[in-house]
């Protein structure tokens, strides 16, 4: 069992030996023409970038996006952000007893228990086609697909079962709100709602890399899924056109704007909620995230976030609460 500190652990001006996966890594050139390492490296915690100046040596040949690395470094700061100053760098071998898995994060819900959720929002779709054509889309290696990949590849649910947990979180949200206005077709959002990513089943991949297929850079989530809903519908008989229509509207439209990679905006009531929900469970989990990653910074801020645009406040920690409150 693999026992050192998380990146989350380690402190500036701290020397460590550590085994993390390599996400990124890039050989670059310095101003004066010197090979350098660039590099992204991750643990189940978080990911740190890390350079490694001196790169004229072989150690680092053939080690790509995935692999384990053992790594001797220094802890450093860099615009606010700790990142690795690597003095050695070598491939894991079987002797060191580790795996990619080992450092995959995962979602801290209980799997078994989002599993039951899943099959319950299916089975709680009463028009039959839709139900069937969740059943057939949600089910044999598209299935296990679907449960294990991250919702995205770093900015939010990014980790092992991450579009699962954020699919879930939509469809509550989809539900609650069902249940406020009953003109909503209930069936029609939570179809909209556990099919809105399908598409990243193949856009993205579930190894240690999380990076983009080819197939995933080339069509995008929502073209794929708009694509796979289509043609299981077209197997189903008596499937209806408006039906299909209104629900691959959904999947076109969960993003919102055309700006946001939407290929139309919303145009049915069920569209909106399902764009609402989605953008609430994305950014509520990714500012958890963000906030997390930087929760010792002494500033009591994040850094300036290039996606919301902003800065978020870290809370104090329970104990700091409490003596604020009674002293």
């Known amino acids: 069992m693999l026992s050192q500190k998380t990146i989350q652990e380690i402190k500036p001006d701290e020397k460590v030996r550590l085994f993390l996966v390599v996400q990124k890594i890039e050989l670059k050139k310095t101003r004066s023409n010197k090979d350098y390492l660039d590099l992204v490296l991750r643990d189940k915690s978080a990911s740190v970038s890390?350079?490694?100046?001196?790169?004229?040596?072989?150690?680092?040949?053939?080690?790509?996006a995935g692999d384990v690395v053992a790594v001797d470094a220094s802890v450093e700061m860099f615009n606010e952000q700790k990142q690795l100053k690597i003095f050695k760098i070598r491939p894991a071998t079987k002797e060191d007893n580790v795996s990619a898995e080992d450092f995959l994060p995962k979602s801290n819900r209980n799997f078994d228990e989002m599993i039951k959720e899943l099959d319950g929002f299916i089975d709680s779709v009463k028009n039959k086609y839709l139900n069937e054509l969740l059943s057939e889309l949600l089910s044999g290696e598209r299935?296990?697909?679907?449960?294990?990949?991250?919702?995205?590849?770093?900015w939010h649910h990014s980790y092992i079962h991450g579009l699962l947990e954020h699919t879930l979180e939509i469809a509550k949200i989809c539900d609650l709100i069902s249940s406020f206005h009953p003109v909503l077709n209930r069936d029609l959002l939570i179809?909209?709602?556990?099919?809105?990513?399908?598409?990243?089943?193949?856009?993205?991949?579930?190894?240690?890399?999380?990076?983009?297929?080819?197939?995933?850079?080339?069509?995008?989530?929502?073209?794929?899924?708009?694509?796979?809903?289509?043609k299981t519908a077209s197997q189903i008989d008596g499937f209806p056109k408006d039906l299909l229509e209104k629900l691959i509207h959904l999947v076109?439209?969960?993003?919102?704007?055309?700006?946001?990679?939407?290929?139309?905006?919303?145009?049915?009531?069920?569209?909106?909620?399902?764009?609402?929900?989605?953008?609430?469970?994305?950014?509520?989990?990714?500012?958890?995230?963000a906030v997390n990653n930087e929760k010792d910074n002494a500033t009591g801020w994040t850094r300036f976030l290039q996606i919301p645009k902003t800065m978020l406040m870290i809370p104090k920690k329970e104990e700091e609460i409490k003596e604020t409150l009674f002293d």
Not at 205 to 218: E, V
Not at 279 to 285: D, M
Request: without cysteine.
């Open 50 to 64: 890390a350079k490694m100046w001196d790169a004229s040596g072989s150690e680092h040949l053939g080690i790509t």
């Open 143 to 154: 299935r296990e697909k679907y449960l294990r990949v991250p919702a995205g590849k770093a």
């Open 191 to 230: 179809s909209g709602a556990l099919l809105h990513d399908f598409g990243k089943t193949e856009e993205l991949k579930s190894d240690a890399s999380f990076d983009y297929t080819d197939k995933g850079r080339l069509l995008g989530h929502i073209v794929i899924a708009a694509i796979e809903i289509e």
């Open 252 to 289: 076109l439209s969960h993003q919102g704007k055309l700006e946001n990679a939407s290929p139309v905006e919303p145009k049915l009531i069920e569209a909106i909620a399902l764009y609402h929900a989605d953008e609430l469970s994305a950014q509520t989990n990714a500012y958890i995230q």
